[in-house]
Structure formats: structure tokens, C-alpha cells
């Protein structure tokens, strides 16, 4: 059974950082491209950024710059560090496993970035 802790989330003022965690279980977690997405309220889910199995990295044009990817293999464990948020980052945060069709979805976690 695959399954997904996510911690992180949280309330941050504007300008603030957050670091997001998602562990892994149930998969073999180095061969899978891991990836960060986001829901906005009334908004459609976005991919935020992902990092394949060899370590390349994609982000969302909005977030170059401010956040980081990465992956530690021995932990099975993503992150996404969040730096200068801004409140257009406030979201649920979900982080998804995808290989060869395979999809597999945490229940995410929230961001809101306020003052």
C-alpha cells in the first residue's frame, strides 16, 4: 500500500519560508519522478516543481528563483523548500510519486501565507 506523510504547512507572513516534507512508503522510491503540486481555492491543481530519478528538476515559472526540489532516496522523503512567499502562494500542498502511467497522490498539506 503506498502511502504519503506530509508535513510542513502552515500560517507564514509574506517574505517567509516554509520547508515541505513528503515520505514515502509502500514504493521503491528511487526510480519515481516526485513532484510538488498545488491547489488554490476555486483554482485548478498546478504542478509547482518535480525532480525525476536521475535529479532534474522542473519548476512553475511563478515559483523559479524562490523554491527548491529535492529528494533523499535513503529517506524516501521530498522536499520543497519555500522561500520570499507571497500570498498568491497560499494552497493545499500535494505531492505526488508518477512512473510509467502510475500516479500516486498525498492528501497534502496547507499553505497560507498572510500577515
Known amino acids: 500500500q503506498v502511502q504519503f506523510v506530509e508535513s510542513g504547512g502552515g500560517l507564514v507572513q509574506p517574505g517567509g519560508s516554509l520547508r515541505l516534507s513528503c515520505a514515502a512508503s509502500?514504493?521503491?522510491?528511487?526510480?519515481?519522478?516526485m513532484a510538488w503540486y498545488r491547489q488554490a481555492p476555486g483554482k485548478q491543481r498546478e504542478l509547482v516543481a518535480s525532480i525525476s530519478s536521475i535529479d532534474s528538476t522542473n519548476y512553475t515559472g511563478s515559483v523559479k528563483g524562490r523554491f527548491t526540489i529535492s529528494r533523499d532516496n535513503a529517506k524516501n522523503t521530498v522536499y520543497l523548500q519555500m522561500n520570499s512567499l507571497k500570498p498568491e502562494d497560499t494552497a493545499v500542498y500535494y505531492c505526488k510519486a508518477q512512473r510509467a502511467g502510475l500516479n500516486y497522490w498525498g492528501k497534502g498539506t496547507l499553505v497560507t501565507v498572510s500577515s
Open positions: 509502500g514504493i521503491i522510491f528511487n526510480i519515481y519522478t
